[in-house]
């Protein structure tokens, strides 16, 4: 019996079925038409853009949000191009992604044809793997790989370029989900003589803490967490990227560290006999100058990734692994030591250090802090929070308490500006019934505004927080401090009407000058359907604190413009 061959186009939306995908988010165009008319006979849901950037955006918060794949559509040449930033936030951050870009047909490769761009060459630093498809014979192999490799060790976008004639070669269709890459062997389990030195080290310990990373959330090791935390009262510490992981609002969370982390956190770092740093990179906003770093820490560092393992700390347990799966071996052998002096000391920093900002200026403006607060209290348990990127989004990090892993979602190593409301959009795909909220500033918001469209017209509910300063808040912030005050295009000049844009696109829009109208807008956004945007009129020059400089230790804090 002669087998059934397949067109290209329809081995993709037949992969995509089979890999259990549910959406995919998209901007058709010329190079992708042949797979835009396969996708209009599928039971796949495609959900329209209104900037190639936006999508990838978008699968990325689904991706968070549900921990599986997030797959994208665009065409060749700008559509693909407009990815890049996308991806890259989605590669630092390790997100699972698996984008399917146009090109023009082979035979036109190299030729600068009509929106050629070598999206492969251009992709190569900020992606898992990707390839460049030759013949239909290549896909189903091609695309299970794509699915394995974003999905398993350290989670990253991997990329697929499809000539336009590729779409519509047939070949036969024999996909495997499971598949081996020669050469790719995650490491799981980790070494078992290392995570007995690391109990060891645990058992001995007097002043732990446990610093933890987006890791604890990719590898769904929250429950691990919580176990190891109670049983040996080690109070924690989670990144940007962390958070969630433990939930905000116990007594042995010690909030962020860092740049603008908690005062208790950045003392508990430092003074510290042991980090157990589980799913973290050691980033330089976390770090400060390094070699002040932890001075009088040992280190236990667990990581899925080998190459992150003394990358920019020197490490005394390395364990390469993936996060859960370490947790729960060293859980089976611990015997925790004594920790309460420590507990104590703990305390005490937090009673001394709270988190400043929140009350009201003298003059009666709004407070950003304030505003973050309310709506975190209004909003309960049962809620996603998307932010964007500048004093907003440290703000939330401070303020907002989150709970529960894959509930905060932010651009943690790009810092894309722009992010959090596509992201918003993906998360309440992911999610349709849990609250989305987005908080954004009036920069960020402005570089995915459009997007307004996307949310009306699939009746999202999405709440949007703008936190409306004037100006670029975190830029401005370091002019202030560092540049004498000399703020060099910083002001948001002729903003628009954000109330005007969001009823232009046929959203609901709010208006917030003070503390009762804010409490009021964010109750009323609670109860609506579909897109609100809350404009929140803020202090124009209130700063992020605490603030430590770059390049100086985290323990050498300034506080409202005075150091600790």
């Given at each position: 019996?002669?087998?059934?061959?397949?067109?290209?186009?329809?081995?993709?939306?037949?992969?995509?079925?089979?890999?259990?995908?549910?959406?995919?988010?998209?901007?058709?165009?010329?190079?992708?038409?042949?797979?835009?008319?396969?996708?209009?006979?599928?039971?796949?849901?495609?959900?329209?853009?209104?900037?190639?950037?936006?999508?990838?955006?978008?699968?990325?918060?689904?991706?968070?949000?549900?921990?599986?794949?997030?797959?994208?559509?665009?065409?060749?040449?700008?559509?693909?191009?407009?990815?890049?930033?996308?991806?890259?936030?989605?590669?630092?951050?390790?997100?699972?992604?698996?984008?399917?870009?146009?090109?023009?047909?082979?035979?036109?490769?190299?030729?600068?044809?009509?929106?050629?761009?070598?999206?492969?060459?251009?992709?190569?630093?900020?992606?898992?793997?990707?390839?460049?498809?030759?013949?239909?014979?290549?896909?189903?192999?091609?695309?299970?790989?794509?699915?394995?490799?974003?999905?398993?060790?350290?989670?990253?976008?991997?990329?697929?370029?499809?000539?336009?004639?590729?779409?519509?070669?047939?070949?036969?269709?024999?996909?495997?989900?499971?598949?081996?890459?020669?050469?790719?062997?995650?490491?799981?389990?980790?070494?078992?003589?290392?995570?007995?030195?690391?109990?060891?080290?645990?058992?001995?310990?007097?002043?732990?803490?446990?610093?933890?990373?987006?890791?604890?959330?990719?590898?769904?090791?929250?429950?691990?967490?919580?176990?190891?935390?109670?049983?040996?009262?080690?109070?924690?510490?989670?990144?940007?990227?962390?958070?969630?992981?433990?939930?905000?609002?116990?007594?042995?969370?010690?909030?962020?560290?860092?740049?603008?982390?908690?005062?208790?956190?950045?003392?508990?770092?430092?003074?510290?006999?042991?980090?157990?740093?589980?799913?973290?990179?050691?980033?330089?906003?976390?770090?400060?100058?390094?070699?002040?770093?932890?001075?009088?820490?040992?280190?236990?560092?667990?990581?899925?990734?080998?190459?992150?393992?003394?990358?920019?700390?020197?490490?005394?347990?390395?364990?390469?692994?993936?996060?859960?799966?370490?947790?729960?071996?060293?859980?089976?052998?611990?015997?925790?030591?004594?920790?309460?002096?420590?507990?104590?000391?703990?305390?005490?920093?937090?009673?001394?250090?709270?988190?400043?900002?929140?009350?009201?200026?003298?003059?009666?403006?709004?407070?950003?802090?304030?505003?973050?607060?309310?709506?975190?209290?209004?909003?309960?348990?049962?809620?996603?929070?998307?932010?964007?990127?500048?004093?907003?989004?440290?703000?939330?990090?401070?303020?907002?308490?989150?709970?529960?892993?894959?509930?905060?979602?932010?651009?943690?190593?790009?810092?894309?500006?722009?992010?959090?409301?596509?992201?918003?959009?993906?998360?309440?795909?992911?999610?349709?019934?849990?609250k989305v909220i987005c908080i954004t500033g009036d920069g960020?918001?402005?570089?995915?505004?459009?997007?307004?469209?996307?949310?009306?017209?699939?009746?999202?509910?999405?709440?949007?927080?703008?936190?409306?300063?004037?100006?670029?808040?975190?830029?401005?912030?370091?002019?202030?401090?560092?540049?004498?005050?000399?703020?060099?295009?910083?002001?948001?000049?002729?903003?628009?009407?954000?109330?005007?844009?969001?009823?232009?696109?046929?959203?609901?829009?709010?208006?917030?000058?003070?503390?009762?109208?804010a409490a009021a807008a964010i109750e009323l956004a609670m109860?609506?359907?579909?897109?609100?945007?809350?404009?929140?009129?803020?202090?124009?020059?209130?700063?992020?604190?605490?603030?430590?400089?770059?390049?100086?230790?985290?323990?050498?804090?300034?506080?409202?413009?005075?150091?600790?």
């Open positions: 019996m002669k087998k059934k061959m397949t067109k290209g186009a329809a081995m993709i939306t037949s992969a995509l079925q089979k890999e259990g995908v549910e959406i995919i988010f998209g901007y058709p165009g010329g190079a992708v038409l042949p797979l835009y008319d396969q996708l209009y006979d599928t039971p796949l849901r495609h959900l329209l853009v209104r900037h190639e950037q936006a999508a990838v955006h978008a699968a990325d918060g689904y991706a968070r949000v549900t921990g599986r794949p997030g797959v994208v559509f665009a065409t060749s040449g700008p559509g693909a191009t407009n990815l890049v930033t996308g991806i890259a936030t989605a590669y630092m951050d390790s997100v699972p992604l698996v984008l399917i870009t146009g090109q023009v047909p082979g035979a036109f490769i190299g030729t600068d044809a009509f929106q050629e761009a070598d999206i492969t060459g251009i992709t190569l630093p900020v992606t898992k793997h990707n390839y460049l498809v030759k013949s239909a014979e290549q896909l189903p192999g091609i695309l299970s790989e794509a699915f394995y490799l974003a999905s398993t060790g350290r989670r990253g976008p991997v990329l697929i370029d499809v000539p336009k004639d590729v779409f519509d070669q047939e070949a036969l269709f024999d996909y495997k989900i499971e598949c081996e890459i020669p050469g790719y062997k995650p490491t799981y389990s980790g070494h078992a003589g290392q995570i007995s030195r690391a109990v060891k080290a645990i058992r001995a310990a007097k002043k732990p803490v446990i610093f933890g990373g987006g890791g604890l959330i990719r590898s769904e090791a929250s429950a691990a967490l919580e176990k190891l935390v109670e049983r040996a009262q080690i109070p924690v510490i989670l990144t940007l990227m962390g958070l969630g992981a433990y939930p905000g609002d116990s007594a042995l969370f010690l909030g962020m560290p860092g740049m603008h982390g908690s005062i208790t956190a950045n003392y508990a770092l430092s003074e510290a006999d042991l980090i157990i740093a589980t799913g973290v990179r050691f980033d330089d906003r976390v770090t400060g100058k390094l070699d002040s770093f932890a001075n009088h820490a040992k280190i236990i560092h667990i990581d899925i990734d080998p190459a992150e393992i003394g990358k920019n700390v020197q490490i005394d347990v390395p364990i390469v692994g993936d996060v859960k799966i370490v947790l729960e071996a060293i859980l089976n052998k611990l015997q925790p030591g004594e920790t309460s002096a420590w507990l104590k000391q703990i305390e005490n920093w937090q009673k001394q250090h709270p988190m400043p900002g929140g009350l009201k200026s003298s003059g009666g403006a709004l407070k950003p802090q304030q505003v973050i607060r309310e709506i975190s209290r209004l909003c309960g348990d049962n809620a996603i929070v998307a932010t964007d990127v500048g004093q907003h989004q440290m703000w939330t990090a401070q303020h907002f308490i989150i709970r529960e892993p894959r509930t905060f979602l932010s651009s943690g190593g790009l810092g894309t500006m722009g992010y959090g409301f596509p992201a918003s959009i993906g998360a309440k795909l992911a999610a349709p019934d849990k960020s918001f402005q570089m995915n505004i459009q997007e307004l469209a996307t949310a009306v017209n699939n009746r999202l509910d999405i709440t949007i927080a703008i936190i409306n300063n004037g100006y670029l808040g975190m830029v401005r912030q370091w002019q202030d401090i560092f540049y004498d005050r000399r703020y060099a295009y910083t002001r948001l000049e002729g903003n628009p009407d954000f109330i005007k844009v969001a009823e232009a696109y046929g959203a609901t829009g709010m208006r917030a000058c003070d503390e009762q109208e109860r609506e359907k579909g897109p609100v945007v809350l404009d929140f009129v803020v202090e124009p020059e209130e700063n992020v604190y605490p603030m430590v400089a770059p390049n100086r230790p985290i323990n050498d804090i300034i506080i409202g413009g005075e150091r600790s």
